[in-house]
Structure formats: C-alpha cells, structure tokens
C-alpha cells in the first residue's frame, strides 16, 4: 500500500516538474493557472507526494531511536501518551511537564530529548530537507498533523500561559523592525492584496482566509519540491520581511503560531495540502 | 482589541465553538508587557550575528508605529515627520533626475538584505512588489498605490520631482507611519539609485509614462 502510494506520487511529481517547466515561459497568471489545474490534479492522498512524509513519519514515531533506545510512541502530544488522533488542532498548548507552551516541533524536540534521549542537534540541522536531505521534523510533523484532518482548528487558551503567548504573538504580528520596517501586518493585516501576482491571505481578522492558511499547513510546495511546515513558512517570511533569520522552533514562533491559529478557530485541518 | 474579540467571537460562535470564546475574550486576555514581547523577540536571534540582531531592535519611529499600529495623528504624527524629515539627504548637486532605464532596474530588482543573500549583494527598491508602474508590466502588486503615468499626470513639476525624492529617501518624513521602507535614511539605497527612480517615475521617455 505504502509502496503503491510511493509509486504515484513520484510518477504525479515527475508529471508536475514537467508541467511547471512549460509554464515558466508564459505569464505568471497562466502559471498560477497551471499550478492550480496540477494542484487540484494530485490533490489526492494516492497520488500528493506530500505522502511520502507522512509515511516517513509514521516509521520514524514508531522507531528506536537515542540513548534509551525507544519509540516516540510514549510522546503525549497534549491528548494523552501516544494519542494523535486531533492533537494537531489544538498545538501550540500549555504542558504542565515541561512547564511551557509548545507547538508541535518543541513537543517533539522534548520528546526526542527526555524519552528518547536523543542528541537532536542533527534533528534540528536537518529542520528543512534539501536534495538528499531528509528531515526528519518535516516528516514527523507531516505525520501528526495528517491524524488531525477532518477536525477543526481549536486553540488552547484556558491556562494564563497560553493567553500571554497568544497575547505576545498578537504583538509580533504588529511589530514594525528590519531595515525596512516591515510587519507581518504590513502584507497581511487588508484583504485582497497581493505582491506582485501573488495573494495575501489577510490574518488580521478572524475568518475564512485565517482559517483556509492555517488548516492547510503543513503542505507539499511544488516549487520547493519538499513538504513544508509552518516552521518554515513563517522562516521564509522573516526573510523577506528583512528580519533577521529566526532560531527553529523558538518561542516567538511558538506565539506567532498561536495568534494566527486564534484567527483560525474553526478551520477545518486537511494536510498535507499542495501549494505552488 | 475589543472589535478583534467581538469579531472573534461571533466567528467562534458560527462555527459552533463556544468552548472557547469566553477564554480569548478581551478581559480575560493580559495586559502585554513590553519588556516580555522584546525579550521574547530577541530569544529568536540568539544565534544571528550582532549586525543582525541590532535590525530587530526597534528605532523611536518603529516603537511608535508599533505601538499605535500606525494610527499616529496630530502632534505625534508631527514629532514622527520631523524626526525622519531631519535624515533626508538631497543630492548635492542639486539634480533629482538620474537614469530612467537603470532606475527599471532598481524598481524591479527584489534583492537585497535578506538572511539568505550573499554578502555585498546590491540592494533593489523592489517597487514592483507593491506598485503597478509600467501600465504594460502585469505582475505587479497592491499593497501602495498605482503609480502609472505618475511624471505625467503632474506635469513634470519640478516642485513634485523634490517631494518624490523625499518620499522615496523617507517616506515617513512626507506621512508618519507610512507603510513604505526609509528606503535612503535606512541605507537600503543609494542616492545614486533614488535619483535612477525618480527618472522611472519623471522622465517623459519612461515607460511609466507612456500609454
């Protein structure tokens, strides 16, 4: 099954790659237009290679990895040791063992370290694949997130932690700073505007866009041939924000993530998607 | 805040979710210290180079603008212009106008200060990312105003040529907490490459203001 699932994804891949370099001499309309038809094309668990993450993360949850030589299969998520079903929906959260909010990717660095006991400095320098560079995060994470589809967006702000997080995130968003004085408000605070031909999802009120984003990711980017995480998009927009580049799976990603899942509340979670 | 809750709220009770709407309510959520947020801010550059790590570290007029989420007025917006009006550098010799084509160059060049560009990369003003320009340039983006046939629709005007300098050198001088990048008091460009922009925007052969 796996196998099979592998097979038409490479074949969808290789059918998109050809596809994206006929378009490349045409308008970057007909291009959108192109990528949407090939989108809406292997937009299917049987054929997204978004898939080969997932099926890469589920061996590495179940393998015995570090110093104790056991699984990530002890790891609780938020809902409970081991339990996956809808933790995704509601991450970043407060854990009482840790004593700290943490989205997904700290969760799982913290497992590594304290069940595992695995050195993750490796992990975190493989934190984006490249050619010939698997990620092991990427696949984790494309895993998990994939257990919380058909669920909704649910973020977590009983405990004073998580409100002072998603109050910290709001203020990030806002936040004015680089050589060009960008936010993330800048691009993303109106409806309806783009950069150059590309839209801008508007996350400064809660809605349909908020919601659309966030229960899209993580997703397969056709551009980047690889799965991508929200680790990854939110580095790519410090840095065109001007930004300097932010430490992987630090706090201020952790409220970022936060604030616009509060903007998402609702959105239905259905990953790995397939973007440009 | 408050129309940040009462809209999330009403989405949250649309959907069905009323679990949480009274936890992310205004009331409920904390005041944000200030020094929390910047400390938090500067946990993420931990491992970036000092020269890198000063760029998160807000000037007076981005503290203001962050703080009022760009909504300044009257007196406040009066200090901000002042402030940012006091680093404008005119040309000195006097002439606004440099090379329409190497300022196309300028407007459609999107490199520059990033994490990921080499060192000694030059700088573009990218203009395109967010103006339209060249009626016949369609990618284009929104986020400012069209500028297209900008020079001609203001008949050359000396006068407007120095106000475009300005604007494009600190475009907080001309409007407080204007969305624009200090593109000259920043050092994004060079007087040089501001001059070859105005000529985009003012030279009557420029395609900006052709049909």
């Not at chain 1, 959108?32 to 898939?51: K, V």
Request: net charge neutral; hydrophobic share 40%.
């Amino acid at each position: 099954m796996s196998r099979m699932r592998g097979i038409l994804a490479l074949v969808a891949a290789a059918a998109t790659c050809a596809g994206i370099a006929g378009t490349m001499a045409q308008t970057q309309d007909e291009s959108e237009r192109e990528i949407e038809r090939y989108r809406a094309m292997i937009n299917d668990p049987m054929a997204n290679p978004g898939y080969l993450a997932v099926d890469r993360g589920e061996v590495l949850w179940a393998q015995a990895r570090g110093t104790k030589a056991v699984s990530l299969e002890t790891c609780d998520l938020g809902e409970g040791p081991g339990k996956l079903e809808g933790a995704y929906a509601k991450l970043p959260r407060y854990f009482a063992d840790a004593d700290r909010v943490m989205d997904l990717e700290q969760r799982l660095l913290w497992c590594m370290e304290k069940i595992q006991g695995l050195d993750t400095a490796d992990v975190i320098r493989r934190r984006f694949s490249g050619p010939g560079r698997a990620s092991d995060m990427e696949d984790l994470v494309a895993f998990i997130a994939n257990k919380s589809n058909g669920t909704r967006i649910e973020p977590q702000t009983a405990h004073a932690r998580e409100r002072e997080m998603l109050a910290m995130g709001e203020a990030l968003f806002y936040r004015r700073a680089g050589a060009m004085d960008f936010s993330c408000a800048t691009c993303h605070a109106e409806p309806g505007k783009r950069i150059r031909l590309q839209g801008l999802p508007d996350f400064s009120t809660p809605g349909k866009q908020a919601q659309e984003t966030m229960g899209s990711w993580p997703t397969y980017r056709v551009s980047q041939s690889a799965l991508r995480t929200m680790q990854h998009r939110l580095w790519d927009c410090f840095r065109q924000q001007r930004w300097p580049e932010p430490a992987y799976a630090s706090d201020g990603l952790t409220a970022l993530q936060m604030f616009l899942n509060v903007q998402a509340a609702g959105g239905e979670i259905t990953v790995p998607s397939i973007k440009r | 805040m408050v129309s940040f809750s009462s809209k999330l709220f009403r989405t949250l009770l649309v959907c069905g979710f009323a679990v949480t709407v009274s936890s992310v309510d205004a009331q409920d959520r904390p005041p944000v210290d200030p020094a929390k947020v910047d400390a938090l801010i500067q946990g993420m550059f931990t491992r970036v180079s000092p020269e890198w790590r000063a760029r998160a570290v807000l000037d007076d007029t981005q503290r203001a603008c962050t703080e009022r989420r760009n909504q300044v007025s009257g007196a406040e917006a009066d200090a901000i212009q002042a402030r940012e009006r006091a680093s404008v550098v005119l040309p000195p010799d006097g002439n606004f106008l440099g090379d329409w084509r190497k300022g196309f160059q300028v407007a459609n060049n999107g490199r520059g200060l990033q994490f990921s560009d080499p060192a000694g990369t030059v700088a573009g003003g990218n203009c395109y990312a967010c103006h339209q320009m060249s009626p016949k340039e369609v990618s284009y983006g929104t986020l400012g105003p069209s500028l297209a046939g900008y020079g001609r629709e203001r008949n050359y005007d000396p006068e407007l040529i120095r106000d475009a300098y300005i604007k494009i050198f600190n475009a907080q001088a001309a409007v407080a907490c204007s969305n624009m990048p200090r593109f000259g008091s920043s050092k994004v460009l060079t007087i040089d490459q501001i001059k070859d922009v105005l000529a985009y925007l003012f030279d009557r052969q420029s395609p900006v203001n052709q049909p």
